[in-house]
């Protein structure tokens, strides 16, 4: 098989974080009377280092899975890589070079955002993950569109809402948004967990499951085509609904779910 590599310019969008430069890859097959079938990668870096910890971090991205990683480190880094393919060399570099990536943060708290343009028909398949590196205390809030989302040991509230894939979250936490309109949800609340301000889990096809500590409080609704909730619950109870306090009450908990429904503990 013939191979030709071509290396793009940088492109205009580039940030302080960092570029790697764009390349296409042309692969010719066995039929040189075929259209050529190419791929076009990069990847993007981009830091905030006076983002303090325990802060709020807004996260929008619309191209592909995100994946928010919280470590005993300082500041904001986040890494977006890309791969393009298809047969039309020109729209493949043009979207390539469209995509880009910001961070900020300060004492009042950060975010990332990134800029995926439009997919033309022309281009078969667009791969655009993003990876956010945060300090383990953070109050997260990730929007995202063509892909899941992953919330990974941040201790703090996570709201986390994608229209394609699931919502996946762990860490000692303090409340959660989260919604899915294609895929499972699962929030997993170590030890410590503590629901401090209204909480919801949303999945319009798929499963909600929610692991919280026993000694929680709060005021729950869930719903699904199955509900098992370990806690105890004085309320009413069904097969399918499950509504009434935890504990001594407090903030709203409401687990909905088209399929099954499980509250159970870490």
């Known amino acids: 098989m013939l191979s030709l ?7 205009s969008f580039a940030q302080e974080g960092g570029l790697e430069d764009g390349s296409l890859d042309f692969d010719i097959g066995d039929d ?19 983002y303090v910890a325990g802060k709020p971090v807004t996260i929008n ?7 928010v990683r919280c470590q005993d480190a300082e500041g904001i880094s986040a890494q977006l890589k890309y ?9 493949l570099e043009n979207m390539g070079r469209g995509i880009g990536l910001r961070a900020w943060g300060d004492s009042n708290g950060g975010g990332i955002q990134s800029t ?19 300090p383990r205390q953070a109050d997260v809030n990730v929007t995202n569109r063509g892909g899941w ?19 996946f979250a762990s860490g000692v936490i303090t409340g ?14 170590k030890d410590g967990s503590e629901i401090k301000s209204n909480s919801s889990a949303v999945a319009s096809t798929g499963d909600v499951k929610v692991n919280l500590p026993l000694t929680i ?12 909730v370990y806690h105890t619950v004085d309320g009413n109870v069904s097969e399918s609904s499950v509504a009434g306090a935890i504990g001594s009450g407090g903030p709203a908990i409401r687990l909905q779910a088209k399929g099954d429904v499980e509250m159970s503990t870490p």
């Open 5 to 11: 590599l071509l290396l793009a310019a940088p492109a």
């Open 32 to 50: 040189i009377g075929g259209p050529e079938a190419m791929t076009y990668t990069g990847g993007l870096t981009e830091k905030a280092p006076g």
């Open 61 to 67: 991205h619309s191209g592909g899975n995100v994946s």
């Open 83 to 91: 791969s393009l393919e298809g047969h039309d060399g020109p729209a």
């Open 116 to 134: 995926v343009p439009w997919k033309p028909a022309s281009i078969a398949d667009a791969e655009v993950p993003l990876i956010v590196t945060l």
């Open 149 to 167: 989302i992953e919330v990974l040991n941040c201790d703090g509230k996570v709201t986390a809402n994608t229209d394609q894939g699931g919502v």
């Open 176 to 189: 959660f948004n989260a919604s899915s309109s294609t895929g499972d949800i699962t929030i997993k609340g």
């Open 217 to 228: 409080s709060g005021q729950l609704s869930a719903t699904g085509a199955r509900v098992n």
